[in-house]
């Protein structure tokens, strides 16, 4: 019931930052918990961070420190501040919704290539 586009990436060199920017077609998006994913050439997609519609957040051990996920409900739109890069962090990024506490994330973004040279 909800569509996803995710905006903002590209090339940065490491230490660097980039945001990363999904904006959501309806309003129920605000009932909704809000997550970022990443993939990797040849790796399983792994959690970045999530928010949950009240505003509590969590993050993968590997980018906690630098990188922040927010919500502005009144503008549909979820970001990912990403801070001192790594190249490691080079993936698809993608941005996902869980209308329910009970349900996983069903509603996913096209995803965004972001790069990080060493």
């Known amino acids: 019931q909800v569509q996803l586009v995710e905006f903002g990436g590209g090339l940065v060199q490491a230490g660097g930052s980039l945001s990363l920017s999904c904006a959501a077609s309806?309003?129920?998006?605000?009932?909704?918990?809000m997550g970022w994913f990443r993939q990797a050439p040849g790796k399983q997609r792994e959690l970045v961070a999530t928010?949950?519609?009240?505003?509590?957040?969590n993050y993968a051990d590997s980018v906690k420190g630098r990188f922040t996920i927010s919500r502005d409900n009144a503008k549909d739109t979820v970001v990912l501040q990403m801070n001192s890069l790594k190249p490691e962090d080079t993936a698809v990024y993608y941005c996902?919704?869980?209308?329910?506490?009970?349900?996983?994330?069903?509603?996913w973004g096209q995803g965004t290539q972001v790069t990080v040279s060493s």
């Open positions: 928010i949950t519609s009240g505003g509590s957040t």
């Open positions: 309806g309003r129920t998006f605000n009932t909704y918990a």
């Open positions: 996902a919704a869980r209308p329910s506490v009970l349900q996983g994330y069903n509603f």
